[in-house]
């Protein structure tokens, strides 16, 4: 379930305008062309220590014992050179956390190193609960490439901290221009809004149920623009707002079939102070998945799961938010995904898709999302 990221990626692809992803996890919906060419789809790696840790078996993983240390800095790495990932802020509400295998969870103590990289295209006009024309909406395609570097660390067992640093790099076709009815691109990217969240732990011995929060700070730009006013509010990498964070998780492992576990997650991301006249909508996001232990040889196993993950968003408010309303949405995803354990390495591959989607105006929308992320426990 960690990392938790919730303003993008994950749901971004129903969305209008830019939504910004990936949460620590973040999620990112887009068409299937234009996917980065360095970029294997549906692929995200974990990298673990060599501690075996369980939860309880079969595969030795331990979600009880001993310190916890989570989340803290590492993100440094994708300002400095890999591609975008999330940028979270849009108003199109680009953002369910993640949610994941234990992989991620807090195991033990120790520190987590990840880079998770997300792709979103929201090419295709959405109207309440069914598409709607084009012409409707003087946007036409919004595609991101978010990139979010982090650290965690438990510092006992039931105290952590984690720190996401994401960036963002954004492709926008508007209508505007020196006439007002030309079609325009833009390109820019940058920072993203920095992530510190808090993790507690010591609601069970094993460290199966946990809570989360923190605070989004407003380190994205939000003020960019071009010579025409063509980049509406909720288009931007930053929100220029300080939210508030909070989230609770839970896993088990039935009886009966002990090579079966289940999770189930839920966040709120809730702006707190506002800026430039604009408040982000507030967001709700909940999920729950099940997983099959089984195909397991050693250190290497192949672990199938499947997720459901739903969001609510509330329009933004505010002078600068978009008049008449396009933004707030409901949303239901389908995450079937596949985890592949190769000693330290742990490869994940993801696919969400949109069951059922209900959009305030008229907002682009991505038909699935993609993820990848390594990670490295230590």
């Known amino acids: 379930m960690f990392p938790l990221r919730w303003p993008c990626a994950l749901d971004a ?47 030795a993983r331990s979600l009880a014992a001993g310190s916890r240390r989570f989340f803290v800095f590492w993100s440094l790495l994708a300002l400095l050179g890999a591609s975008p990932r999330l940028g979270w802020a849009c108003a199109c509400g680009c953002g369910i956390f993640e949610v994941g295998t234990d992989s991620m969870a807090p195991q033990g103590a120790g520190q ?15 109207h309440g609960d069914s598409p709607a024309p084009a012409a409707d909406n003087p946007d036409r395609d919004i595609r991101t490439d978010f990139v979010t570097a982090g650290y965690q ?63 989004k700070l407003p380190t994205g730009s939000y003020m960019h623009e071009d010579a025409f006013g063509d980049i509406d ?3 931007e990498i930053g929100s220029g707002s300080t939210d508030l964070i909070l989230g609770a998780f839970h896993r088990g492992r039935f009886t009966r079939a002990p090579r079966w576990v289940w999770f189930t997650q839920a966040g709120l991301d809730l702006p707190v102070f506002t800026s430039d006249q604009y408040r982000p909508g507030t967001e709700i996001d909940a999920a ?17 799961m499947l997720q459901l993950k739903a969001s609510d968003r509330t329009s933004d408010g505010g002078a600068n938010a978009s008049n008449p309303v396009a933004s ?8 079937p995904g596949l985890e592949f354990d190769l000693h330290q390495v742990t490869i994940v591959a993801e696919v969400g898709l949109p069951a059922y989607q209900h959009f305030t105006g008229n907002q682009l929308a991505a038909p699935v999302l993609l993820k990848l992320s390594v990670s490295h426990r230590f």
Request: glycine share 12%; with cysteine.
């Open 13 to 59: 692809a129903s969305f209008p305008r830019a939504c910004d992803p990936p949460s620590v996890g973040c999620w990112a919906l887009f068409s299937r062309r234009d996917l980065p060419g360095f970029f294997p789809p549906l692929v995200r790696i974990v990298m673990k220590s060599k501690t075996p840790f369980s939860f309880p078996p079969p595969r």
């Open 112 to 126: 987590m190193l990840f880079l998770e990289n997300d792709f979103q295209d929201q090419d295709r006009n959405w």
């Open 153 to 215: 660390d438990m510092f006992n067992r039931d105290w952590g901290l984690q720190v996401d640093v994401p960036y963002v790099q954004r492709h926008f076709v508007t209508t505007g221009g020196a006439t007002g009815s030309g079609l325009v691109a833009l390109n820019w990217g940058g920072l993203g809004d920095l992530r510190i969240e808090g993790v507690y732990t010591g609601l069970s011995s094993d460290l199966s149920t946990g809570l989360t929060f923190g605070v």
């Open 233 to 235: 509010r909720d288009s």
């Open 288 to 304: 729950a998945g099940l997983y099959y232990q089984a195909w397991t040889r050693g250190a290497n196993g192949i672990t199938p």
């Open 328 to 335: 707030g949405f409901r949303r239901v995803l389908v995450v």
